[in-house]
C-alpha cells in the first residue's frame, strides 16, 4: 500500500468539522423536540373538546410536524454518520466508491458522506 492509496483529510482540517457538525446535532435535536412539542397529537387532551373542524386542524398539524421531523431525523442520521468517520479516520472519503470527496464539496456539506457523482446516481 503506498500513501496515494490511502488519502484522508489532515487532522487540522478535522476538528472544525467535527465541532461544526457537533453543534448543528445539539441544534437540530432542539428543533426536533420543538417539532415534537407542537405536533397537535402529542397534547393528552386533545379530542375531549374538539370540534369536527379542529380535528382536521390537527391532522394536517401533525402530518406537518410529521413532515418535518422525518426530514429532521434524517439529518441526525447523516451528522452521526459523519462524524462516526470522523471518529474511524475515514471523513472525506466516499462510502460507495471509496474515492476522495471534493473538499469544495466538503465545505459546503461537511455532513455529506459520499462524493458528488455517487449521489447523483442514487437519484
Ligand atoms: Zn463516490
Redesign the pocket.
Known amino acids: 500500500m503506498t500513501n496515494k492509496d490511502r488519502v484522508s483529510i489532515p487532522g487540522r482540517f478535522l476538528s472544525p468539522i467535527k465541532n461544526f457538525l457537533e453543534s448543528e446535532l445539539l441544534k437540530l435535536k432542539r428543533t426536533e423536540k420543538s417539532i415534537k412539542a407542537a405536533d397537535p397529537f402529542s397534547d393528552e387532551t386533545r379530542g375531549l373538546t374538539n370540534s369536527a373542524e379542529d380535528d382536521l386542524d390537527e391532522q394536517i398539524g401533525h402530518f406537518d410536524s410529521e413532515i418535518k421531523a422525518s426530514f429532521v431525523k434524517k439529518q441526525i442520521v447523516q451528522l452521526r454518520k459523519a462524524l462516526t468517520r470522523i471518529k474511524i479516520g475515514n471523513y472525506g472519503v466516499?462510502e460507495?466508491?471509496g474515492?476522495m470527496i471534493d473538499t469544495d464539496r466538503l465545505a459546503i456539506r461537511p455532513e455529506t458522506t459520499?462524493?458528488i457523482?455517487?449521489e447523483k446516481e442514487q437519484e
Open positions: 466516499c460507495k466508491c474515492k459520499v462524493c457523482k455517487c
